[in-house]
């Protein structure tokens, strides 16, 4: 992140960045607050709706979508921030580890809805689960990055959700599609067919 770079995305001169800005320090920081607001305020609408593993693979197939849109380059990818700005002052360090705990509490409180439903497994803890895959989504995006195409992110998405720890099935007797079974369309689905590749006949 630079001045120039800066300068070109927004279409004014140095003169007027350093007006507003005196401080590259203050210029990093406000850029770095915007990113962080649209990272968040995109995931938080999407996240609020997970309510079920169709509704997680379909944020999921979103955020592929997304990345393969913008050929992986931005965002979605807080992390390329963290490795070009922690060591540059504590403030943007501990700026981006709060945006990374505000997304993944988004996450968390889906895949406790999750629980709730009967989807997964009500001993699994939620706040790990969420690091989990977010920590697979931005080492996906910087390989897709590399690359210049989704199929790393796509990869590492389908491992992280197809990993999480199901719900136990029903017992003997129960009728099939009670609250707390797991939706067999959903186990061992794949984001690259959009579809179950274990369905029911």
Do not use: K
């Amino acid at each position: 992140m630079s001045v120039e770079r800066v300068c070109a995305a927004s279409g004014v001169s140095r003169s007027q960045v350093y007006r507003c800005f005196p401080a590259e320090d203050a210029l990093v920081s406000a850029v770095v607050d915007l990113h962080v607001a649209a990272v968040l305020g995109r995931q938080r609408s999407l996240l609020l709706n997970v309510a079920s593993l169709a509704d997680l693979y379909a944020w999921a197939e979103d955020m592929v979508e997304l990345g393969g849109a913008r050929r992986c380059e931005s965002g979605l990818l807080l992390g390329s921030l963290v490795t070009q700005l922690a060591d540059r002052s504590d403030g943007l360090r501990a700026a981006l580890d709060a945006a990374f705990r505000t997304w993944q509490s988004y996450l968390a409180a889906g895949l406790h809805r999750l629980q709730e439903h009967g989807e997964l497994d009500g001993g699994a803890d939620p706040c790990e689960l969420a690091a989990g895959i977010v920590a697979a989504l931005q080492g996906g995006l910087i390989l897709a990055q590399a690359v210049r195409g989704a199929e790393p992110l796509q990869a590492a998405l389908d491992l992280a959700l197809g990993s999480l720890p199901r719900a136990a099935p029903p017992a003997a007797g129960r009728a099939p599609g009670a609250a707390g079974a797991p939706r067999s369309r959903d186990r061992g689905r794949s984001l690259s067919t959009g579809a179950a590749t274990n369905r029911d006949p």
